[in-house]
T-cell receptor, first 112, second 114 residues
Framework: GESVGLHLPTLSVQEGDNSIINCAYS??????FIWYKQESGKGPQFIID?????DKRQGQRVTVLLNKTVKHLSLQIAATQPGDSAVYFC???????????FGKGITLSVRP | GAVVSQHPSRVICKSGTSVKIECRSL??????MFWYRQFPKKSLMLMAT?????????EQGVEKDKFLINHASLTLSTLTVTSAHPEDSSFYIC??????????FGSGTQLSVL
């Protein structure tokens, strides 16, 4: 089966610095990957996704990198802001109709 | 992006009562919706997959008679927690698949059973 893990449970960064959140997955057949942000008491909010035929995708202040060789996914947040403080989850899926498997979540704290 | 509306956001009920949670896709049709449960400081655990016009598919260990799911239309799925007990207290979240393979989530329902 699929297992998804996040390397560290918490990450503290200085406001304005770049943040990097990492995720490892186990199923080499996984072909779609999503990063979500969850604020306290709210549902997960879509940040960015990437398909397995890509190794990098950029959004507004965020970049997702995919290394299929080592089954590793990362989320980079540029110029981290206090509003970025939240729990971040990676999620992976295999096949168009399959369910998402979520990682454990990492708490990002931004120091002023 | 696509909007998923979930109600209520918070509910407190007495032990033994039933609680219904609604999940609506507001600007798109969703043949498939998902129901998750989340404990404090934990990840999301998939409970069941809700399919429009057919029976829900439950994950292993989830009691289908306790967590009733109805997906009567392409924009509405409901989760009913029957005969709720304190151990059912949790944060319940629904999601719906939009265009492509993106999943969009509702805002969640915090259930507290006294």
């Amino acid at each position: 089966g699929e297992s998804v893990g996040l390397h560290l449970p918490t990450l503290s960064v200085q406001e304005g610095d770049n943040s990097i959140i990492n995720c490892a997955y186990s199923n080499s057949a996984s072909d779609y990957f999503i990063w979500y942000k969850q604020e306290s008491g709210k549902g997960p909010q879509f940040i960015i996704d990437i398909r397995s035929n890509m190794d990098k995708r950029q959004g507004q202040r965020v970049t997702v990198l995919l290394n299929k060789t080592v089954k590793h996914l990362s989320l980079q947040i540029a110029a981290t802001q206090p509003g970025d403080s939240a729990v971040y989850f990676c999620a992976v899926t295999t096949g168009a109709n399959s369910k998402l498997t979520f990682g454990k979540g990492i708490t990002l704290s931004v120091r002023p | 992006g696509a909007v998923v509306s979930q109600h209520p956001s918070r509910v407190i009920c007495k032990s033994g009562t039933s609680v219904k949670i609604e999940c609506r896709s507001l600007d798109f049709q969703a043949t498939t919706m998902f129901w998750y449960r989340q404990f404090p400081k934990k990840s999301l655990m998939l409970m069941a997959t809700s399919n429009e016009g057919s029976k829900a598919t439950y994950e292993q260990g989830v009691e289908k008679d306790k967590f009733l799911i109805n997906h009567a239309s392409l924009t509405l799925s409901t989760l009913t927690v029957t005969s709720a007990h304190p151990e059912d207290s949790s944060f319940y979240i629904c999601s719906a698949r939009g265009v492509g393979r993106k999943l969009f989530f509702g805002s969640g329902t915090q259930l507290s059973v006294l």
